[in-house]
Structure formats: structure tokens, C-alpha cells
Nanobody, 120 residues
């Protein structure tokens, strides 16, 4: 019914930048919160940043202001601008959206994940 497609991951040197994108498509009436999570092997998935439909943002304390989340509601797309990347930012990054479908059903939808690797 609803799909999230992420793009923008890859390999970058420490100190570099990357921009992740996540586009939602399908039977969407509206999208409430959108967010980015990350996961490394053996660890739980953790919240990186989230943004409401009105643009209110929330970030993990550990980021120290290095990342910025934004969204384009007209395109049903959320972005994560990552700067001053560190090797410990290496992870699979997942997009999540809380979607109200055309059938008026609320779904929590995950993207397939995109690998971000930061080399030292």
C-alpha cells in the first residue's frame, strides 16, 4: 500500500557530508511524523532524527548538531543532511513514516535501509 524508498547512502571519509533522501509513495492520504533511524550489527535500531508534518524536529543528543532533518510535504519526502561525519556514524540508515492511508488506516512504514560507511 505504502512504500518508502531511500537513497543517498555510500562511502565517505571522516569529516565529509552525505544527504539521504526518502520518498513515500502509494495510497497516502497524509503523513504525520517522519524520521531516520540507524542500526549497526548487534545493536538495536536507534532514532537519529524526526520531524512532524509541521516541521518540529527532534534529534539524538549524540549528534552534537551535525545532522539536519527536513521534509518536503508536497513530495512526501524527508531528507537527512549529515555533516562532519565520524566513523561511528557508520550504520544502515532507515527511514520511517507514520502514514494515514486513503482508506483512513494509520500505518508505520519502514524503508529498506541504506548503508552509510565513514572511513577514518
Amino acid at each position: 500500500q505504502v512504500q518508502l524508498v531511500e537513497s543517498g547512502g555510500g562511502l565517505v571519509q571522516a569529516g565529509g557530508s552525505l544527504r539521504l533522501s526518502c520518498a513515500a509513495s502509494g495510497s497516502i492520504f497524509s503523513i504525520n511524523d517522519m524520521g531516520w533511524y540507524r542500526q549497526t550489527p548487534g545493536k538495536e535500531r536507534e532514532l537519529v532524527a524526526a520531524i512532524t508534518s509541521g516541521g518540529i524536529t527532534d534529534y539524538a543528543d549524540s549528534l552534537e548538531g551535525r545532522f539536519t532533518i527536513s521534509r518536503d510535504n508536497a513530495k512526501n519526502t524527508v531528507y537527512l543532511q549529515m555533516g562532519s561525519l565520524k566513523p561511528e556514524d557508520t550504520a544502515v540508515y532507515y527511514c520511517h513514516a507514520l502514514v494515514l492511508t486513503i482508506a483512513r488506516v494509520t500505518l508505520g512504514v519502514w524503508g529498506q535501509g541504506t548503508q552509510v560507511t565513514v572511513s577514518s
